[in-house]
């Protein structure tokens, strides 16, 4: 019945966001649109289904899927509120909500892509594939939702997903679990993203970035030193 709904919703959010018009941006911009909006709901979704092949309790999945479903739910209203009238953007916060839908995605989606590697040894060819999918499909919505939707805000994506790649295959040897893996990539992704937003921004100081690379740093280490070592 969960898979059911979820899939419903998964359903009438696609038919929604492609088959819906948009006054309030160019027909340069529709596809840009379309991947942003798309990408948040349908990988977060798609990873939780993912992920939840590997958690054993029942309890556990169930949780999974109220909250996914309620985050789905969430990020919709805020979507067809800001296309009735873009001016309740920030008001209706769509732009933090994506990005913690996103970053929620990411963990989800690595750590899948991560337990599927190492439980049951896929080509790591399609891993890969489906990884570069993901991240660069939620970065660009993180910024494209953020109002960054310049040529250089692309640029910054594909090195982010180059550089996500490189430590995806570090992770992918490391003799750590799964989970924790996930966690040490999601991390390392989000403070890649929001250095990257303020500095595209222009708003990068000292103060932010010794802030976000202490917090960053203090729950690396936190991961790497409880860490289950295989």
């Given at each position: 019945?969960t898979?059911?709904?979820?899939?419903?919703i998964l359903?009438?959010?696609?038919?929604?966001i492609?088959?819906?018009?948009?006054?309030?941006?160019?027909?340069?911009e529709?596809?840009a649109?379309?991947?942003?909006?798309?990408?948040?709901?349908?990988?977060l979704?798609?990873?939780?289904?993912?992920?939840?092949?590997f958690v054993?309790?029942?309890?556990?999945?169930?949780?999974?899927?109220?909250l996914?479903?309620a985050?789905t739910a969430?990020f919709?209203?805020?979507?067809?509120?800001?296309?009735?009238?873009?001016?309740?953007?920030?008001?209706?916060?769509?732009?933090?909500?994506?990005?913690?839908?996103?970053?929620?995605a990411?963990?989800?989606?690595?750590?899948?892509?991560?337990g599927?590697?190492?439980?049951?040894?896929?080509?790591?060819?399609?891993?890969?594939?489906?990884?570069i999918?993901?991240?660069?499909?939620?970065?660009?919505?993180v910024?494209?939702?953020?109002?960054?939707?310049?040529?250089?805000?692309?640029?910054?994506v594909?090195?982010?997903?180059?550089?996500?790649?490189?430590l995806?295959?570090?992770?992918?040897?490391?003799p750590?679990y799964?989970m924790?893996?996930?966690?040490?990539?999601?991390?390392?992704?989000?403070?890649?993203?929001?250095?990257?937003?303020?500095?595209l921004?222009?708003?990068?100081?000292?103060k932010?970035l010794?802030?976000h690379?202490?917090?960053?740093?203090?729950?690396?280490?936190?991961?790497?030193?409880?860490?289950?070592?295989?």
């Amino acid at each position: 019945m969960t898979i059911a709904a979820i899939s419903l919703i998964l359903v009438v959010a696609i038919v929604k966001i492609f088959f819906n018009s948009n006054q309030t941006i160019s027909k340069k911009e529709a596809l840009a649109y379309r991947i942003a909006l798309a990408a948040v709901p349908l990988f977060l979704i798609w990873s939780a289904f993912a992920f939840s092949l590997f958690v054993e309790r029942v309890f556990v999945r169930q949780a999974l899927a109220v909250l996914i479903s309620a985050l789905t739910a969430l990020f919709f209203e805020s979507m067809v509120m800001y296309e009735k009238d873009p001016s309740t953007f920030k008001s209706y916060s769509l732009e933090n909500l994506g990005s913690y839908t996103a970053t929620l995605a990411v963990f989800l989606g690595v750590s899948a892509l991560l337990g599927v590697r190492l439980l049951l040894n896929i080509n790591i060819g399609l891993a890969v594939g489906l990884f570069i999918i993901l991240i660069s499909a939620l970065t660009h919505s993180v910024f494209w939702l953020g109002g960054l939707r310049t040529p250089r805000a692309s640029v910054v994506v594909l090195g982010i997903a180059v550089i996500g790649f490189e430590l995806f295959m570090a992770l992918n040897v490391l003799p750590l679990y799964f989970m924790t893996s996930g966690a040490i990539f999601t991390v390392c992704w989000y403070m890649a993203v929001m250095l990257s937003r303020t500095q595209l921004l222009d708003l990068m100081s000292r103060k932010i970035l010794y802030r976000h690379l202490g917090f960053g740093g203090a729950l690396l280490a936190i991961l790497f030193l409880t860490a289950e070592w295989l």
